[in-house]
Each structure stands twice: as C-alpha cells, then as structure tokens.
C-alpha cells in the first residue's frame, strides 16, 4: 500500500455561503511543493509493510523488535504484536527500504518475512505440528525422570520404580537431548536477546534449567568419582519437566490464538474461489485472482458473486446478509450494484466487475478487521513498560533468594538454595502480560466483525466504552435516507409543468439526496426535464441555477432571504408540512415566489428500539440536523428523542460537537460518512452507518455495516466487555506473579510445579479472550 504525494500541481478553492467560487489551479516549483508538504507533516513516499514474526517468546521480544525498528532512520511507525506474532512497519520508501526493515528483525535475532495471507493457515498448522512434536518426545524423554522423582516420597512409596529410573547416569541420558536438542530454541532465544543487551523469558528459562541440569550433572561426576556416596540429590526431572510443560503451554497457547483469529478465516472462506467470464465471445472458468477490471461475468442461481460490480443483463434477488445482516434477499435489475461474496438466489445475471481483489467490500472488511487486531490498544502501555524491566529484575530477586537461602535460611545447602532461585525464575511469566491485551482485542474486533460492526483499530475499540453522549444525524441514520416527493404546491399565476421542469432541470445537477427525490417524484408525474445553467449548489441552503433563461433558486428560507424573495403567501402551508415531519422547500424564479417543494424521509424501523437502548445505558442522544427545527422536532419525537439542535450548517456539525466536548462530554457522532465527515472526526468516536460498501469511509473509527441503529449500543456494549477482559487479563497476569515469586522465593514450590503454574498463566490470559467470542450485544 503506498500513498504517492502530488508534486507541483496546486488546486486552490474558495468557500462561501454562496457556493465554491474563484477555483485557482496552477503549477508551483518542485522544491516548493517539496517544502510545503514537508512543512505539513506528509512524507515523500509512505509505504506499509505487514511482517510474519518467527521466534518471539513473551513480550519482551515484541518490545525490543518495536523499539529497534522505530529506531530505523527512514521509519514512521512500526507496531509489534505478540498474539498473532506479526509486525506493521509505516515507513518512508526514499529513506529505507522493504530489505532494510526485515535485516533490522533479523538483525535482533528473529525471523521476519513479507505476510501473504494465503499462507498464514499453513504456517499456523507447522507452527502446531512442530509444537506438537516436540512435546510428545519431551514427555516420553521426561516421563522416567518423573517416575523416578515419585520414589523419592514417602505417601507414594508404594509405587514400584524401575531401578534403572533411579541410576544418574540413566538420568542423565534422557535429560541431556531434552535440555539440548529440544530446549536448544531458549539458549538461541536467550543468546539473541543479551547480545543486543535485554532479557526475555528465554534467559529465564535458560537460566532456571541450566542451573537444575547442571547442578545434576555435577552430582552425577561426583557420584562416580566418589565410592563413599550411595545417594545422591539429582535434578534432571526438574529440567526436563520445564522444559515440557513450558512448551506444552506454547502448543496450548498457539492453538488457542489459532482460534482467536477464527473471525478473519470465517470471512476468507465467503470469497468465491473462480468466476465465468465472457472473453473473445466464449464463457470461461477462470480463478477469481484472475478477473480483471471490466470483464463480463456470469453469476448463475446460487453461485456466490466473485467480484462487485454493476449488473449489466438480468435481475434476480441477492442474499446479502454477509454485508448487510439483512435476512430478506435484495432485488437486482440492470443498473444495480452488486457485492462479491454474496449469494444470487434465483434468476441468472451478468456482472461487469468494477472492484476486484483487494478493492471489493469483503476485502476491505478483512483489511479493517485485521488492522484492528493487529493494532495496539493505549492500555497496551501499561504491559509495555513492566515488561521492558520485569526479567531483569527477576533475575536480581532470583540471585537474592540463592544467597539468603544458602547463607541464613539453610546455611550450606546448595540444593535447596538452588531450588528456590530456579522456581522463582521459572515461575515469573512475562508472557501472560504481553498476552493480556492483544488477545482481548482480537478476540474482541473478531467478535465485533461476526456482529456488523467493525473497529479500524485498537484504539478506537479501547475508547468506545467511555462514550456517555451519543450524537445522531438524521438522514439516512435515524431515517432510511430515501426521500420521497410528497408535495408540489404551486404559487398562483404559475404553470405547474413548467415549473415542474425547471425544478427537475435544476435538481438534476445536485447529488444530495433530496434533489434525486424530487427529481425521481417529478419524472414519475411525467415531468420533463430542460438543460441548466451555472448550475451552484450551496451547501445548507440549496441551490440555484438558470434554466431557460430564467434564474432559480430551490432551497430554505435563509437562502430566499438573501435574494429578497417575498414568500410570506407560503409562510403557513410550510410550517404545516414541517409538523408533519416533511422537510420543505422554497422555489423562486426570477426572485419571485414559484413553488414550495416538499420530501419526506421515513424513520428505520430499529431507530425507536435502539435509541431507547442508548438511553437505558445511561447515554445521552442528541440529534444533530441541517434541517428545519419543526421537520427536526417532529422526527426526534416519532425516534423518541429529546435533544434536538436542528439548522446547522455541515461545517457547523463538528463546532457543536466541540462544544459538547467542552463540556466535558465523551461524544460518538453517527453519521453517513460523508456530509458529517469533519464532525465524525472531531468527535472522540466517530460511527459510519451504512453497508458493507461504506466501510472505507476514512472519517470514521467504527462502520455499523448493517445500517442498522442498534450497531450503536453494540459497539458500546462490546466496547466494554472487551475492556473489562483485558483488566480481568491484566490483573491475573500482574497478580500471578505478584503472589507467584513470594510464593517460590519461600521455597514452598518446587520448581516443576512453578513451570507447570507459569504454563498456566499463559494459557489462562488466552482462555479468558476467548470468551469475547461468544460475547453477546447488551
């Protein structure tokens, strides 16, 4: 994905109440281009890079590969995370390249690849396989050494042990391929971080094991050096144990995350695998990677669309409810859009493909998707900056807890000094910290995503559950956001056809949406349509135009003030069509009174439910309309809201959300996307209400793609699930280790025990995430 700037072309527009005037385009020098973009903050040339990760272990790794690659010259932003083991790197083009940014990785010592998407369930299965493997041969390698430890309890002294489990020198054959061969990944691991000066859970583990098995081994030369000694204290099992269990809770957490990423494989498996296309007059089979931009597709009863497009021949009913939600099938004739993915029921239809690969709907609901897991939630912080200090300092308590062991609490005894310190380096878990909140806000997004609602990030999931005030615009979220003519009344001394065209002529310029209303009304009344001229549309207000040498201007009072149009004779009748929730409109030509116009839009079935919703949640709801205060008063009535601040220019929608934040409010405005661009991004969440298509609607931070009000209280609902299971996440990891390390440091776990416990940890943060799957909408 590269964003390319603009190089010495500028295009300078005016604003004002009367429409954009005095366009300037121009061509300025490339240095001065080069300086004013500079100046602005856009780089040259910004490319992002999604990584495969291979080799981290806890969330130290993912924090020295973040650091160190935001240390790279060149790089804007590079974010690491640890539950789906990837990295995204923003970086500029002319200052660095792809090559420079994966030699960083690998230069910390792990592995980094461009991520292709296709590949990732196979390498998940490698990934488990391989996992698996290595368990099943530590375990059967550990087993003996485990039977052999039972001997040494007196409650299990009725069970029977091999005497060849209890010779050292047994011991110490099945331990060695064990602490070597399959825990040789901890020494790589461990060697790569102290080399570039940090500790994660390798050194730990390292650490730990090497001192148990080493320790042993010393004791087994002993032993055979010395015929005075008939017994012999061994600690193989302790090593070759840990080593199991510490990678038995690595296989249970990869599967774990396997799961935790179900909702991206789910919407993968939508995609249509080929399509029949039409080319050189013959029909074709071809892979779906293989259509191109135009080409004519054939889509049979029951196929699922391959690409988007416009249906050129045929009509037939679309199941789109993998977009939409929306069970009901949608009818489809020639002219319409069509989404891929979704199901053609039952009439035969060709398709021109106007979107494909990663441009179609479904695509960029899995890019938005996938960004929102893999981005990083502020509350991350808080894992971030323990984790950077905590094996250092776990180190340190380790190194304390030998000595006062062996010097004051069992003065002389190495072995209980030693097993001590190896359980309280093996229990300490940084893993369960850097789990806590990525896989939350997987799990989460994912769950999210299944319910139509999609979370472009992290943050965006994060600071929806402080929201406490709820602004909505009217048309097209409170209401369906198609108008229909209701009423043309006609001012005495005018004839209603020509007026009827010339409104259409005018009209038929404007793309707002009660001009295709009245256009639409107007043509089905059998109204003709004329050639406009300067043709201005004035946002807020309405437009004017000349049709037939005749000056018109269609819009609200303001608008026939500034011209000194006297419509006082339709003053009445247009307070009455307001009361009834109409939206009204003025008509004059020549600056003289002609029509009043008037659309009205119904409300969505669900507006009513869901802002009642919102208001049992304790949410303050807030409609926010260009529209007259009558027509505004009469729909916030029939939705069941009270607040309404009505007549507000677009540019003045995001000042009254400013004046909401000012008061101390936390707002969500919920919007098309488009006409309340500028308040969706002032607003602290900004909502896009629309399809599946809407969803690269950049001003928002959450698409509700099932049009549908009730997304609001979802998302806000989820919101707060999800932050509630990464605090649940975060102080089990925090207060396992707060109580774990005493626990061990006292020497009341033995050291097995303690690398089953942090096993567990790790496990346990995962689990709990998974819930978020099955979260329910409030």
């Known amino acids: 994905m590269k964003f390319e700037r603009p190089q010495a072309l500028f295009l300078a527009i005016k604003y004002t109440p009367q429409g954009y005037i005095n366009p300037k385009v121009g061509v300025i020098g490339m240095s001065t281009a080069k300086a004013a973009l500079e100046q602005a903050g856009v780089p040259e040339s910004l490319e992002i890079l999604d990584l495969d990760i291979g080799g981290m272990t806890c969330a130290a790794c993912a924090a020295r590969i973040e650091k160190g690659l935001n240390r790279l010259p060149g790089v804007n932003k590079a974010t690491v995370n640890l539950a789906l083991e990837t990295a995204r790197v923003e970086y500029e083009s002319g200052n660095v390249s792809e090559t420079d940014v994966i030699h960083k990785v690998e230069q910390l010592g792990y592995k980094a690849a461009p991520r292709v998407e296709r590949d990732q369930e196979e390498r998940r299965h490698r990934d488990v396989t391989g996992k698996l493997s290595k368990v099943i041969v530590s375990a059967i390698l550990s087993l003996p050494l485990l039977w052999a430890m039972a001997g040494h309890f007196s409650f299990l002294s009725w069970l029977w042990v091999p005497e060849l489990f209890m010779k050292p020198w047994f011991q110490f054959a099945l331990a060695t391929p064990v602490q070597f061969l399959i825990g040789w990944q901890f020494y790589v691991g461990a060697y790569k971080a102290l080399r570039n000066g940090s500790a994660n859970m390798d050194v730990l583990v390292a650490l730990g094991t090497s001192a148990a098995y080493g320790y042993s081994v010393y004791q087994t030369i002993r032993s055979s050096t010395n015929e005075h000694m008939h017994s012999v204290e061994l600690y ?11 990678l038995l809770g690595k296989l249970f957490e990869a599967l774990a995350k396997g799961r935790s990423s179900e909702a991206i494989r789910s919407l993968m498996k939508l995609q249509a695998k080929s399509a029949l296309v039409i080319r050189n007059g013959k029909e074709m089979n071809v892979p779906v990677e293989e259509v191109v931009l135009g080409d004519l597709v054939i889509v049979k009863p029951g196929e699922k ?11 037939s009913s679309v199941d789109e409810s993998m977009l939409t939600g929306e069970s009901l099938p949608v009818e489809k004739q020639a002219g319409d859009s069509v989404f891929g993915a979704t ?25 938005v998707v996938e960004e929102a897991q893999s981005s990083k939630a502020p509350i991350q912080r808080v894992a971030d900056v323990i984790s950077g200090v905590f094996v250092p300092i776990v180190v340190g308590i380790a190194l304390i807890v030998f000595f006062v062991w062996l010097l004051a609490v069992e003065p002389g005894s190495w072995s209980s000094s030693l097993e001590a310190a190896i359980a309280v380096l093996v229990i ?5 910290l850097g789990l806590a909140t990525p896989t939350s806000i997987m799990a989460g997004s994912g769950r999210a995503a299944e319910l139509g609602i999609l979370f472009k990030g992290g943050e965006h999931l994060e600071q929806t559950h402080t929201i406490d005030t709820v602004v909505l615009d009217k048309t097209g979220t409170i209401t369906n956001g198609r108008p229909e003519l209701t009423d043309l009344l006609v001012a005495d001394g005018w004839n209603r056809d020509d007026v009827a065209r010339w409104i259409v002529a005018a009209e038929r310029s404007s793309e707002h949406p009660l001009a295709e209303a009245i256009v639409r009304g107007l043509q ?19 437009v004017e135009a000349t049709v037939e040498g005749r000056k018109l201007a269609i819009g609200t009072r303001l608008l026939m003030e500034s011209g000194d149009v006297d419509f006082s004779a339709a003053a009445s009748a247009m307070s009455e069509l307001e009361e009834q929730g109409k939206t009204a409109m003025l008509v004059a030509v020549d600056n003289r009174h002609a029509a009043l116009i008037a659309v009205s839009d119904t409300i969505k079935p669900t507006s009513r439910e869901a802002v009642k919703r919102l208001k049992q949640e304790g949410l303050r709801v807030i409609m926010l309309t260009g529209d007259n205060a009558r027509t505004a008063k009469a729909i916030a009535a029939a939705a069941g809201i009270d607040e309404v601040i009505a007549e507000v220019l677009p540019d003045g929608k995001a000042e009254e959300v400013r004046k909401l934040q000012k008061a101390g409010r936390k707002v969500a405005m919920v919007g098309d996307g488009i006409n309340d661009a500028p308040a969706l991004a002032t607003a602290d969440i900004g909502m896009a209400v629309g399809t599946g298509a809407d969803v690269a609607m950049e001003a928002a ?18 919101s707060r699930q999800t932050m509630r299971n990464i605090r649940q996440n975060l102080f089990w990891a925090l207060a396992y280790n707060v109580i774990g390390i005493p626990i061990a440091a006292f020497g009341l776990l033995a050291p097995w025990l303690a690398g089953a416990a942090m096993a567990l940890s790790s496990v346990s943060v995962v689990l709990n995430a998974l819930r978020l799957q099955r979260a329910k909408a409030s």
């Open 236 to 246: 193989y099992e302790t090593s070759a144990i840990l080593i199991t269990l510490i």
């Open 305 to 315: 669309l391959p690409v988007d497009g416009i249906v050129m021949e045929g009509s």
């Open 343 to 367: 199901i053609n029921k039952n009439g035969a239809l060709r398709v021109q493909a106007t979107r494909i690969g990663q441009d179609t709907a479904l695509a960029q609901i899995i890019r």
């Open 428 to 432: 300490a878990c940084p893993c369960a």
């Open 524 to 542: 089905e009344q059998g109204g003709q349509a004329a050639s406009a001229e300067e043709f201005k549309a004035l946002p807020g207000y309405g």
């Open 701 to 718: 931070d959450v698409a509700l793609m099932r049009g549908d009000l009730n997304g609001i209280a979802d998302a806000i609902s989820l």
